[in-house]
């Protein structure tokens, strides 16, 4: 009867969602790693100005170990090969070829080895003494041999004093080659986020037919992440008791390579029972990688995949408790066991369970509240409730993190909640932020030393640094360098170019750089005349505050100049210049006000306003005073 529920089957069906669950959760929270072996180039060597007393390779060797375990990957030292240590023995030999013969000689797991090279010399002319560091990687593939592209991180660092020797000079190296290797790592990171991962595994396929091994076959290559097989072998095996239907078997080896860890694979694979029209069993073994499918006949699906899951975690399979019948002294030999029905309260518990065990497994908020819409009293209310505030939580922490938006923010968000729903996120958002700071670290440097150039008349230096400061994006570098190229420092004049770094620093908001450009547009120097261009520029500093924009635009409205003559606007920005004490705007307002343009005429604020300008000294202003008070 469609009712009835044999204790057996629940038991199965029981087991089977545990251990859907609980491969689930394996599948979530302890998914393969990739193997990454860290070794310096086989060019490696230390600059000979640097202290020979700091062990180079083991700070950075450290420091991206820990940036990369952070990510998520396992990251090896180059012992782990049996591979030279570079620092006491020659490397000169260790080339692509014998790190991936070293790889395939240990028999060890390790998918990618991480070559690295250090670069170090003062800055070009020693006027502020400055280090420059490059840390240079490349990836290089241990299973197929394929080289990924090389990337490197450098920065500029002050050199230490003179009285820093020993110790010092050994920390002072150490410090500055950690922060290097932590933003190497960083790099890295987010290169290999972007590989797909590929896992190597051998699949057996056991006492099948030709036809059920295409129909295994064509469900193989299909799989979501199938990369690709290699067919290792059909060996025909003697009949092990199938049916006659299954005479001729046949035992099938693949080498099977896929972007899915074991456990995703694995519940690819418990599919098939569900896509085959022949039950099978299946094993996994975690040491070898190995994974074997047979066919069972007459097996109970339930059990099958219990026993499967089982095996795949190597876990023995859960077995139903053999309790004593102690009616079996006096019952008849052939009496029957009645079926029970079911009571309406073991419906509810059982319908509560099956929504229980659909909320887990879409592990969502709204899943969770479902149920408790549905169960508001049922028998795991309490681990429902636990589950929305996690995910409420969860989303109170992210919002305050992206508040926040810093690096230690996302790092934090990382450390409290390390499985949370955005955890990449907030990895893409350190990445981001790494970079910023990086690029920011960059041009405050090259600036600097641009900076110290120039005070010491040196202006060639100057503008070669300005130029990569101002190649690197720095505003206050590209306003500086069009100065430059418009005085001739350094450089013959050019206004062009000039004009063309004022343009990029204007747009960055440069307040300097669209007032200047501004009034190139207004004058035709340099460029050609464009007064709309002037105007626009005018604009966009005088909405941050430039008194001299202010003035020029507010002149540019009074006579029409590529504009629309407007006496209330100029009125507008006059009086913005002049509270700033701009003389010529105070003079220009005070007219308006004399001939009531753009505001009431008011003759008393007009001869204030030119007494404010004739006390800065505006000749033009004592004039217009002169003639109102007579």
Known sequence: MSNLLN???????????FG???LCGQTSFAAERWKIVVLPDKNYH?????????????????????????????VLNLHYLDLPNCMLEDCSTLTDRAIRQGAKRSGKEVNLALLYQ???????????????????????????????????????????????????????????????????????????????????????????????????????KNLQGYVADVLLGDIPSE???????????????????????????????????????FALQFEYNNLQRQFTISPKEHSDSWDTLNEFFSGL??????????????????????????????????????????????????????????????????QHFME??????????????????LTINTVQGFQQYL?????????????????????????????????????????????????????????????SSQYLLGKMYENARGTQKNLRQAANWYALAGEQGHIKAQATLGLMYSTGKGISQDYSQAAFWYKKAAEQGHKEAQRNLAYQYTYGQGIVKNYQQAAFWYDKAAIQGDADAQNSLGKLYERGLGVNKNLTKAKSLYQQAADQGNQIARINLQMLNH
Not at 7 to 14: D, F, P, R, V
Not at 148 to 173: E, G, R, Y
Not at 422 to 450: D, G, I, M, S, V
């Open 118 to 220: 250090l670069n170090a010399f003062k800055q070009r002319q020693a006027i502020t003494q400055k280090w420059y560091f490059s840390l240079s990687g490349r990836l290089l593939d241990l299973q197929s041999g394929a080289q990924q592209d090389a990337f490197a991180v450098d920065n500029w660092v002050m050199t230490p004093a003179k009285n820093c020797i020993a110790d010092c000079l050994s920390n002072w190296l150490q410090q500055n080659l950690g922060l290097l290797a932590q933003d190497l790592g960083a790099v890295l990171s987010e290169k290999l986020a972007a590989l797909p991962r590929r896992f190597d595994y051998q699949l057996n396929l056991n006492h099948f037919t030709s036809g059920q091994l295409q129909q295994i076959d064509d469900y193989l």
């Open 415 to 475: 450390v409290v909640k390390p499985n949370g729903k955005y955890r990449n996120q907030a990895k893409q958002q350190l990445t981001l932020l790494r970079q910023q700071q990086q690029l920011l670290l960059k041009q405050q440097e090259n600036r600097a030393l641009a900076d110290d150039y120039y005070q010491h008349k040196n202006y060639p230096e100057a503008l070669h640094y300005y130029e990569q400061a101002s190649n690197l994006g720095d505003a």
């Open 384 to 401: 429902a409730q636990a589950a929305i505030k996690g995910f409420q939580d969860d989303e109170n922490s992210w919002q305050q993190t």
């Open 313 to 378: 975690f190597n876990q023995p399979p859960q077995q139903e408790p053999q309790l004593p019948d102690t009616d079996s002294a006096i019952a008849e030999p052939d009496a029957l066991e009645e079926p029970q029905l079911e009571t309406d309260e073991e419906k509810q518990a059982r319908l509560d369970q099956q929504m229980w065990v659909q909320a887990k497994g879409v592990n969502t908020l709204e899943s969770y509240q479902q149920y408790l819409n549905l169960w508001p009293q049922g």
């Open 46 to 74: 230390t600059p000979t100005e640097l202290p020979r007393t700091a062990n180079i390779h083991s700070t950075i060797s450290q420091e991206l170990t820990t940036a990369l375990g952070n990510a998520d990957f396992d």
């Open 7 to 17: 204790k057996s089957t629940i038991h199965s069906l029981i087991g089977y969602v």
């Open 239 to 277: 009949n092990q008791g199938l049916n006659q239907e299954a005479a001729l078997n046949i035992n099938r080896s693949y080498q099977y390579t896929s972007e899915l860890s074991a456990s995703e694979l694995g519940t690819q694979l418990a599919n098939l029972d569900n896509h085959s029209t």
């Open 20 to 22: 859907l669950m609980y």
